[in-house]
């Protein structure tokens, strides 16, 4: 999402945000916030390309082996500022022996690109880059109603989309070549500004989902707080969830901007901090399993990985938890995606930051 700062001791650098910002978008490959109404093919303005990175640490177990990270390009000019990843199900087209992945861009984008069998970027399978559908089957074109934040695969392969602005989650079927379903939002949801949403989504593998908004809230005893949901599926009413809210620890300035479900049912968020001029720190905080049941308290877990290299510093806003070849959940390797804004000041990176044992408190 667009970095608005929402607490007081950013307000003092709002002028400066702007005059960055500005300037990125009169550099960027748009000229200003919104896409052209028209689908047309665009010029290529570079090949698809994922570029190696300099290795991946994590600032709180630098010893560890590191992680590998790439940045991406694409030949349109759809690609980028992709706020949510998910593992979709296969689709006929797919290649065979590549591990589909499916982003969504807040300006109404999905970007489905592959992995080979070593966990890289397939450099030579093209991705495909797409428009979201509304009701009608038509391009989602206003700035309003395209601003997806995050996606997530259901077990039945249902892919469910969260929107800001026009705050509300979409259900498409497992091709998103498909008309949307609404799905209703918890009762308590209210009134949150335009761009404070559903940030982050994860689901269980027995089909519960977790809702975590972005904005901070006051607790009962003064606590810094984020706003969550656990929904349980209705029986025999399909996208409809008995929702359970949940209260979540928030960390100062730290934002959340992603979420996934390791094969514990812990549950990793990703969160992001920044300073002028646009530098990012960027953390992952581990939920244990217990964010799944009734809870009255606030919860809170450790900070399990910090990104220590500032060249692969971004505005990190996905998370996703890819198979292992040797079939181990031990082994399972946790990639987080960046979204660049559309700016060229900026970068879409992947980067694999370590194993799913390791970010669950199983060190080696």
């Given amino acids: 999402m667009p970095l608005c700062p929402p607490r007081p001791h950013r307000l003092r650098a709002l002028a400066h945000l702007l005059t960055v910002m500005a300037c990125g978008l009169t550099l960027s490959s748009f000229s200003g916030c919104a896409l052209p109404t028209s689908l047309a093919p665009r010029p290529a303005t570079q090949p698809w390309e994922a570029r190696a990175t300099v290795p991946v640490v994590n600032a709180l177990r630098p010893d560890d082996p590191p992680g590998r990270g790439w940045d991406l390009h694409h030949p349109s000019l759809r690609f980028g500022g992709l706020s949510g990843i998910t593992l979709p199900p296969p689709l006929p087209a797919d290649p065979p022996g590549r591990q589909a992945l499916l982003a969504v861009s807040d300006r109404g984008a999905l970007v489905?690109?592959?992995?080979?069998a070593d966990g890289s970027p397939d450099p030579e399978t093209?991705?495909?880059?797409?428009p979201l559908t509304g009701p009608?089957?038509?391009?989602?074109?206003r700035n309003d109603l395209r601003d997806a934040e995050e996606i997530t695969a259901l077990p039945d392969g249902t892919l469910l989309i969260s929107f800001e602005q026009k705050h509300r989650l979409w259900a498409y079927g497992p091709d998103p070549a498909t008309p949307p379903v609404p799905v209703p939002l918890p009762d308590d949801f209210g009134t949150v500004p335009n761009n404070r949403g559903i940030e982050a989504m994860a689901v269980h593998p027995d089909g519960r989902l977790l809702l975590v908004q972005e904005?901070?809230?006051?607790?009962?005893?003064?606590?810094?707080?984020?706003?969550?949901w656990v929904g349980?599926?209705?029986?025999?009413?399909?996208?409809?969830?008995?929702w359970k809210s949940r209260r979540i620890a928030a960390?100062?300035?730290?934002?959340?901007?992603?979420a996934t479900v390791?094969?514990?049912?812990?549950?990793?968020?990703?969160?992001?901090d920044w300073d002028f001029p646009l530098t990012f720190i960027t953390?992952?905080?581990?939920?244990?399993?217990?964010?799944?049941?009734?809870?009255?308290?606030?919860?809170?877990?450790p900070e399990v990985f910090r990104l220590s290299t500032p060249d692969l510093q971004e505005n990190y806003e996905s998370v996703v938890v890819l198979p292992a070849a040797s079939g181990a959940d031990a082994d399972r390797r946790v990639l987080i995606l960046s979204d660049n804004n559309f700016l060229n000041m900026q970068k879409t990176l992947l980067l694999d930051i370590g194993r799913s044992a390791d970010l669950d408190g199983s060190w080696r």
């Fill in 112 to 116: 489905r690109f592959f992995l080979r």
């Fill in 126 to 130: 093209l991705p495909v880059v797409t």
């Fill in 136 to 141: 009608d089957l038509q391009p989602v074109l």
């Fill in 215 to 228: 904005d901070h809230i006051t607790g009962p005893n003064g606590t810094d707080e984020l706003r969550g």
């Fill in 232 to 242: 349980t599926p209705e029986p025999g009413a399909p996208l409809h969830y008995r």
């Fill in 251 to 258: 960390s100062g300035s730290f934002d959340v901007s992603g």
């Fill in 262 to 272: 390791l094969p514990s049912g812990a549950v990793l968020l990703v969160e992001r």
């Fill in 283 to 301: 953390r992952v905080r581990r939920l244990g399993p217990s964010v799944w049941e009734d809870s009255n308290g606030v919860l809170d877990g």
